[in-house]
């Protein structure tokens, strides 16, 4: 019973594309976030949603645009996709901000 | 500006000795660490953490000890098992914004050797 779900795992696309990545957790925390690790294996935050309430927004290109339809999501939409997305997305979840975080799989995208 | 380092990007360890993995950061501000670990095509799952009220802080074979005048912290794992043999990334927090944000390290590929 997977506590923080990512979807898809893998994401291949063109340049210039719109794609989402979806996050589900059912451990009843109410706070969320996304992180990207990139090639030099930096993991960094880039937003953070607190009871669908948007509370960490790191400088990150308005092409990424988080939805949270509920607590319990946070989905990642990316508009015209470009060759330095390419990176592997994760999600996570902690019950407060100061809690503990605990992360999804990871989504690894690749833009050609 | 890399506010957490982790110099060392691997280390190998025989099986059933110490692997000590360290960790520095440059913002005084951070007050809360943490280590997670991570296998390949996984998350990072949570190890331990500590509290900067604190020098150490013990979780069966993981240890992790904090000197803030050195602005410095290491993971401790004994005995060491092939198990453990994954990515090991340090975070810190401080807060910003009345919240906690986690600046990562990039980790250290941990392997030990049977």
């Known amino acids: 019973d997977t506590a923080v779900s990512q979807t898809p795992k893998y994401l291949v696309t063109q340049m210039g594309n719109d794609k989402s990545i979806k996050c589900e957790q059912n451990l009843g925390h109410d706070t969320m976030y996304w992180y990207k690790q990139d090639s030099k294996k930096f993991l960094k935050i880039m937003f953070s949603y607190n009871n669908k309430e948007l509370i960490i927004n790191e400088t990150v290109p308005n092409r990424f645009s988080p939805k949270s339809p509920d607590k319990a999501h946070l989905n990642l939409h990316i508009n015209s996709l470009e060759l330095g997305d390419s990176a592997v997305y994760f999600c996570?979840?902690?019950?407060?901000?100061?809690?503990?975080?605990?992360f999804g799989p990871g989504t690894r995208l690749t833009v050609l | 500006d890399q506010q957490v380092k982790q110099n060392s990007p691997s280390l190998s360890v025989q099986e059933g000795r110490i692997s000590i993995l360290n960790c520095d950061y440059t913002n005084s501000m951070f007050d809360y660490f943490l280590w997670y670990k991570k296998y390949p095509a996984e998350g990072p799952t949570f190890l331990i953490s500590?509290?900067?009220?604190?020098d150490k802080n013990e979780d069966g074979r993981f240890t992790v000890f904090l000197n803030k005048s050195a602005k410095h912290l290491s993971l401790h794992i004994v005995p060491s098992q092939p198990g453990d043999s994954a990515v090991y990334f340090c975070a810190a927090s401080a807060r910003t914004s009345g919240t906690y944000k986690y600046i990562f390290g990039t980790g250290t590929r941990l392997k030990v050797l049977a």
């Open positions: 500590i509290s900067s009220i604190k």
């Open positions: 996570a979840s902690s019950q407060m901000s100061l809690d503990t975080q605990y």
